[in-house]
């Protein structure tokens, strides 16, 4: 452990930690993250090879960091597939909003337990690159990306989201957010729980999901288009439309074929249905 506060403490400066079951900052008490005043000044957290940067837990503690974007949270697994940037439980609260986050083959890049505790990143950027969730919650820990920036690499998802909970109550907030996918392996948002929809209300479902933005990035000369948008597990879907395989991702048809993946899903197909491709069209699936 870098730092462990049962107490209270400020921090500013650099940390760098190495090892599983390791944490940047382990927190039971008050922890306040700031940075130098000198303008190049920065608050650096570095954790590697099962490391968690930050691991906070407990009625009444709490992390608030000051430092805006000079707070760098870097998390680099390794071999490990373990380790993340905020770990939080148990009715913890920790706000870094602003801040710089950068996961690296980390089992996820934040996650909350537990009813009363809170992760903020509003105004944050977090990279996550790994095979598991940008940000979880069991369901009763909130996170708050309002306005936040993510990138995701690998076969990574952003996040769960469960239909059947209302907006207003669901663990995860992402007014403002803004997502941009450098791998064609990403699956953007898993939804549970659809219901009953028609095929072309799936294009406009992402517009209810509160996030602001989903688009392909350009890394290297390549442009990553092909990664899906939802994937769908438990719902029924209606082919109320006639529907080609051909059309573009924003036609109901293409973007259901190009932009979904699906499980335990029922599909009426009560209109024509066309599946002629071509090799070159076959290729964008």
């Known amino acids: 452990v ?26 039971t008490g008050t922890t306040t993250i700031e940075v130098g005043t ?3 000044d920065r608050t650096n957290i570095n954790v590697a090879n099962g490391a968690t940067a930050i691991f906070s837990k407990g009625t009444g503690s709490s992390i608030s960091s000051t430092a805006g974007n000079k707070l760098n949270i870097n ?18 609260v920790v706000s870094l909003q602003n801040a710089n986050i950068n996961v690296v083959g980390g089992s996820a890049g934040v996650a909350a337990y537990d009813s009363g505790t809170k992760i903020d990143l509003k105004d944050a950027t977090l990279k996550y690159d790994g095979s598991g969730y940008a940000v979880y919650s069991d369901g009763q820990g909130k996170i708050d990306l309002t306005n ?6 690998g076969s990574s998802t952003l996040m769960d989201i469960d239909l059947s909970i209302p ?5 995860i907030t992402t007014a403002g957010t803004e997502v941009k996918v450098f791998s064609n392996d990403v699956i ?26 989903i688009e392909a990035g350009t890394e290297a000369g390549q442009t990553f288009n092909k990664y899906k ?16 395989k051909t059309e573009v991702d ?26 002629r491709l071509s090799s070159a069209i076959a290729n964008e699936f």
Not at 75 to 92: C, I, M, P, R
Not at 229 to 244: K, P
Request: charge should be positive; avoid cysteine; hydrophobic fraction near 35%.
């Open 188 to 213: 953007a948002i898993n939804v549970s729980n659809l219901g009953t929809k028609n095929i072309g209300d799936l294009t406009t479902l992402m517009s209810t999901l509160g996030v602001n933005k």
């Open 250 to 275: 924003t036609n109901p048809g293409g973007f259901f074929f190009k932009k979904v993946v699906g499980q335990r899903l029922k599909l009426n197909v009560n209109e024509n249905l066309t599946a």
């Open 38 to 40: 000198n303008p190049n």
């Open 2 to 27: 870098g730092i462990s506060n049962k107490g209270k403490f400020t921090f500013l400066g650099d940390i760098e930690v190495n090892g599983k079951k390791s944490s940047g900052i382990y927190n």
């Open 148 to 153: 936040s920036k993510i990138e995701l690499r």
């Open 167 to 171: 907006v207003s109550n669901r663990p």
């Open 75 to 92: 998390v680099n697994a390794g071999t490990t597939k373990e380790g993340l940037a905020v770990y939080a439980e148990d009715k913890s």
């Open 229 to 244: 948008e939802l994937a769908i597990d438990n719902g029924t879907i209606n082919f109320n439309v006639t529907t080609d």
